[in-house]
């Protein structure tokens, strides 16, 4: 299937106006809406493509999101898109004219634009996809190795360059300490010792406090920029997989150049995100434009 930037040109010609109103507004209202948002677009775009198969809920709770690799995703990212969703269902050319799978892609290029990040012409005409199922739920472990990161993008025909991109993601946001106790007791030796102290306050105890977190760049974590590469250079990525990607030699390569250049970083990144968007495009034959994004029509 063919995508194309114009898709919505004569359908809903004021559509990317209409999504960057919304993600304007809400990132005015909460700093969780931007990584929200980035992070629900990946986690779609794995699982069946991106469909916004994510949004589906289900009544008996057997949908992705109750899947414990989805049930993390912030409440925001899904109000972004439901809040992009009205202010376009409200332009009457628009009712019910475009996907949610789209919208999801719009608002991923202007949260991430908006932070400070790169634009990018976004491909547009998936069709809502009609399944939504927590047993088809396969994700990265923050725990993974190189291999094991390889291994699931490639899967997808994504490049190693464009893994460790597509990681750049984590520029802004958080993470629960659950993700990454177990590099603190004890230190894991490739965590430096400052941000070991740092984070040991953060996550004192995993029984103690469920709701701890630490922000996955801890240098600028509002700012799309390529501090998070700078920070895998001095030990200071949050998680395994983040970290892993200095460590192994055969991608240090990459995070020191996305660490020393950042437009490479932002122009990969552009490539990759093009490339995720891509899969799984479903069409009028196995999907449908989803009148309300939690709910096939
Ligand atoms: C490479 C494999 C990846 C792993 C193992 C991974 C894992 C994680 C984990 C464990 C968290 C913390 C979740 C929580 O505390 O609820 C997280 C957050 C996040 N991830 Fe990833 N991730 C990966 C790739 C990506 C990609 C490709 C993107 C987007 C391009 C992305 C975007 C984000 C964002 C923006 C957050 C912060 C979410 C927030 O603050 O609400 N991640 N990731
Ligand atoms: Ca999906
Ligand atoms: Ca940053």
Redesign the pocket.
Known sequence: VQLDPNYYANICPNLENLVRGAVVKMMSQTP?A???T??L??HDCFVMGCDASIMIMSSDGSDEWHNPADF???A??FETVLAAKAAVDGDLQCTNKVSCADILALATRDVVSLSGGPTWPVELGRYDGKVSLGSDVV??????NLDQ?NG??GSFGLTQTD?IA?????T?????C???YNRLYPGDPTVSPGFLLQLQQSCPNPLLDPNA?AF?DAATPLQFDNAYFRNLQQGMGL?N??QVLFNDPRSQGTVNLFASNQSAFFSA?VD??TR?GRLGTKTAVDGEIRRDCRFVN
């Open positions: 969780v931007a990584p929200a980035l992070r677009f990946f993390s995703l912030k925001e990212g994700l990265p472990s923050p725990d993974f990161l699931m993008f893994m597509l990681s750049g993601g984590h802004i946001g958080a993470s629960s659950m993700f990454f977190f996955l998680l997989s983040d990144f990759a995100m995720l």
